[in-house]
């Protein structure tokens, strides 16, 4: 699982390999995918900013996507937490594999608000 948002403990967005119980550092950049994380997730009106907990699915170019609006460290209006996988996922499970990865989990339960999936 590749993940786009903070760590647990300091502020920032970088790319992120999920795996087990470890978050790992991942050299990438936003030419590395057919999407760009920041623009996610889209907001559907206008006006609306800061929601945090709102969740956004996409697929995009083959790969699956879970954008939640929010950090599970950082405050600032316009954190985000995306997760994404090189593979076709239905919303359900893309939700189910994100929290079955212990850290992926414990980023969704620090999230200092309601996760909305559905």
């Not at 993940?3 to 795996?19: R, V």
């Not at 699915?57 to 954008?67: D, E, R, W």
Request: aromatic share 16%.
């Amino acid at each position: 699982m590749n993940y786009y948002g903070t760590d647990l403990d300091c502020a920032g967005h970088f790319f992120w390999k999920l795996e087990e119980d470890v978050i790992h550092s991942r050299k990438s950049n936003f030419d590395d995918f057919p999407f760009n994380p920041e623009t996610l997730p889209l907001q559907q009106k206008k006006g609306f900013y800061n929601r945090n907990g709102f969740v956004g699915f996409y697929n995009i170019g083959g790969y699956s996507i879970c954008a939640i609006e929010g950090s599970c460290y950082d405050k600032r209006p316009g954190s985000r937490s995306i997760f994404f996988i090189k593979e076709q996922l239905t919303n359900d499970q893309l939700v189910e594999r994100i929290m079955s990865i212990p850290i992926a989990e414990k980023i969704i339960n620090q999230m200092p608000f309601n996760i909305k999936f559905k």
